[in-house]
């Protein structure tokens, strides 16, 4: 299989500059980078981008992530590997990423529990790292790109 086209963020470059941009907010907010690895990881499952969960499984290793914890993300509500913290993330990121789930798509629950852990820079981290997820796997999607690819 072949991707459709060239990534579109690769093809216009102010696209690129822009979530260059993103990333290195993101990384002001105070959250572990293996935190924010596990919620890329965790939205691309959700979204079925295996360009992106490939490429999240990968940058999620070299921040120091285990084996048994990537094959674990997809169910991390049944397993012990996950903090608290990690785990109000990864719930925000299951409920930022499904909207349309339910009438209160980020429920005062999951909102609250996420706040209990993070400040609101961290919460802003983790909320633009959803986002931008999101983003790569709406583009990658629509022009199927491949696991692997390869973006620079």
């Known amino acids: 299989m072949q991707a459709r086209m060239k990534n579109p963020a690769m093809i216009l470059p102010d696209a690129m500059k822009g979530i ?3 990333y290195k907010a993101m990384s002001q907010g105070g959250v572990p980078q293996q935190t924010l ?3 890329h ?6 979204n079925g981008c295996s360009a992106c969960v490939t490429a999240g499984a990968r940058s999620a290793k070299k921040e120091g992530e285990t084996d048994e914890r990537l094959f674990a ?3 991390w509500r049944e397993t012990p590997y996950f903090t608290d913290a990690e785990r109000a993330a990864l719930a925000l990121a299951e409920a930022a990423t499904r909207l349309s ?3 209160d798509a980020v429920p005062d629950e999951i909102w609250d529990e996420a706040a209990n852990h993070f400040d609101e820079k961290g919460l802003a981290a983790i909320i633009i790292m959803i986002a931008t997820t999101n983003l790569f796997n709406r583009l990658n999607a629509t022009i ?3 696991a692997g690819a390869a973006w620079s």
């Open 20 to 22: 260059q941009n993103l």
């Open 73 to 75: 993300v997809a169910a």
């Open 144 to 146: 199927k790109e491949q």
């Open 101 to 103: 789930d339910r009438a």
């Open 37 to 39: 690895e596990l919620v």
């Open 41 to 46: 990881l965790r939205a691309s499952q959700i």
